[in-house]
């Protein structure tokens, strides 16, 4: 079964600033089979990037995502108001598609 | 538009049971494989569960197998999670998730619904 790593557990940065988040695996991740999610408080998780680099429908192309094998990153460019919350990496090649722990990208 | 509406959640002692479901419309569900995803409070997601589009293969976390089943009505668009012999440790938010790509099993979600709380305390 693969882990996944994420760091920094929390982030504080201020709008307008650049993020960079990690996602480590246990193992390689086939064919880039890596997703990421973002929660806001109170609501469902949403689809960000899936195969590692493709956006997914109506997301901003602030958001991006790269790496491959066992290291893979998010990178939102500038940040808005609107892109403070929790930030999960998802690998969906094999079960069970296990998620990380999550980093909570915060106001400074 | 894609909704997924689940109910059931409430408060049951341990040991007890109770059965989630899941209401979906404005997609082809028969098509899709579901699954079930978790949030303990002030947790992280654990995927639970999923159901193949045809209800003919389904999995389990090792931590719920044997005490959950998986099953699908595909007449009324409904996906469900029975869930017996709760410990406090299955208290939780129940997703209940559609995957993107259809006539596939391969976890990757485009569409959740809003959760369903699970209590599970004396």
């Known amino acids: 079964e693969i882990v996944l790593t994420q760091s920094p557990g929390t982030l504080s940065l201020s709008p307008g600033e650049r993020a960079t988040l990690s996602c480590r695996a246990s193992?390689?991740?086939?064919?880039?089979?890596l997703a990421w999610y973002q929660q806001k408080p109170g609501q469902a998780p949403r689809l960000l990037i899936y195969?590692?680099?493709s956006r997914a429908t109506g997301i901003p192309d602030r958001f991006s995502g790269s790496g491959s094998g066992t290291d893979f990153t998010l990178t939102i460019s500038r940040l808005e108001p609107e892109d403070f919350a929790v930030y999960y990496c998802?690998?969906?090649?094999?079960?069970?598609?296990?998620f990380g722990q999550g980093t909570k990208l915060e106001i400074k | 538009e894609v909704q997924l509406v689940e109910s059931g959640g409430v408060v049951v002692q341990p040991g007890g049971s109770l059965r989630l479901s899941c209401a979906a419309s404005g997609f082809t569900f028969d098509d899709y494989t579901m699954h079930w995803v978790r949030q303990a409070p002030g947790k992280g997601l654990e995927w639970v569960s999923l159901i193949s589009w045809d209800g003919g293969s389904t999995y389990y976390a090792d931590s719920v197998k044997g005490r959950f089943t998986i099953s699908r009505d595909n007449s009324k668009n409904s996906l469900y999670l029975q869930m017996n012999s709760l410990r406090t440790e299955d208290t939780a938010l129940y997703y209940c998730?559609?995957?993107?790509?259809?006539?596939?099993?391969?976890?990757?979600?485009?569409?959740w619904g809003q959760g369903t709380l699970v209590t599970v305390s004396s």
């Open positions: 998730a559609k995957v993107a790509v259809e006539m596939a099993t391969m976890p990757l979600f485009d569409y």
């Open positions: 998802q690998q969906y090649g094999s079960s069970p598609g296990a």
């Open positions: 193992q390689s991740v086939s064919s880039s089979y």
């Open positions: 195969g590692a680099s």
